[in-house]
């Protein structure tokens, strides 16, 4: 289970990691877990999370072959691109991120967009590499009759950070997408229908709903896990 830390003076990650799971070795990973490219740079009074051992490790991931998700943020660079490069000195996102790595695939219903529910799109705004991927998971929802549960559709690719780590949001690879955002608030149990999650979980994706606490993300799908 995430719990909050904030870094205090003096701290390293190998030390935070021998606290928290007994051994140095896993600190590289809570580094890629929390956004932080180099681990031996952390700064006094940042808040990081410290998953299960298992979340870190990526133990808990039963997907193989081509539905297994990136693990970690090197691994998300590797498959996805290195959206670091991309972010100007004032910390706005260049353009060219966009034009080389986002994509718009078609999905085989419209939906609703959740900022302005008089408009809908059957389209998905996602990294290039998940084009094929979006686009088969929702057409398995709409063979399955269960593109009714889905009221509307908030967004794939945004760039942005976490709320409760300050991390780059999965969602600026477009890797994460956000559906029935009113009724799936975060923090809350939300109302996701079970066939929604099942079918995107059969695809490699990590649902939001399985984080406690506050960290719930109802809405939220992405396909990475450890970060």
Not at 203 to 226: A, E, I, L, N, V
Request: charged share 20%.
């Amino acid at each position: 289970m995430p719990r909050g830390y904030v870094i205090r003076n003096g701290d390293t990650l190998d030390a935070i990691a021998t606290e928290f799971y007994g051994q140095a070795g896993v600190s590289l990973q809570l580094a890629q877990y929390n956004g932080i490219l180099n681990p031996h740079e952390i700064r006094p009074r940042r808040h990081i999370l410290i998953p299960s051992y298992i979340e870190l490790t990526g133990q808990e991931t039963g997907q193989v072959g081509a539905n297994k998700p990136p693990h970690g943020l090197n691994a998300i660079i590797e498959k996805f691109g290195n959206i670091y490069d991309f972010i100007r000195c004032d910390g706005t996102l260049y353009w060219k991120w966009e034009d080389d790595y986002m994509t718009r695939c078609e999905i085989p219903f419209a939906v609703p967009l959740s900022v302005y529910p008089a408009l809908f799109t059957n389209q998905i705004y996602c990294h290039r590499e998940l084009a094929d991927l979006f686009s088969g998971v929702f057409e398995k929802i709409y063979r399955q009759g269960s593109w009714k549960a889905i009221a509307s559709y908030g967004g794939c690719f945004q760039y942005g950070y976490d709320l409760h780590s300050g991390k780059i949001s999965p969602h600026a690879w477009g890797i994460a997408i956000d559906l029935n955002v009113e009724s799936n608030a975060l923090g809350s149990e939300g109302d996701m229908d079970p066939d929604i999650i099942e079918l995107f979980a059969e695809s490699g994706f990590q649902w939001g709903g399985d984080w406690p606490g506050r960290f719930r993300d109802p809405m939220h799908f992405q396909y990475c896990t450890g970060y």
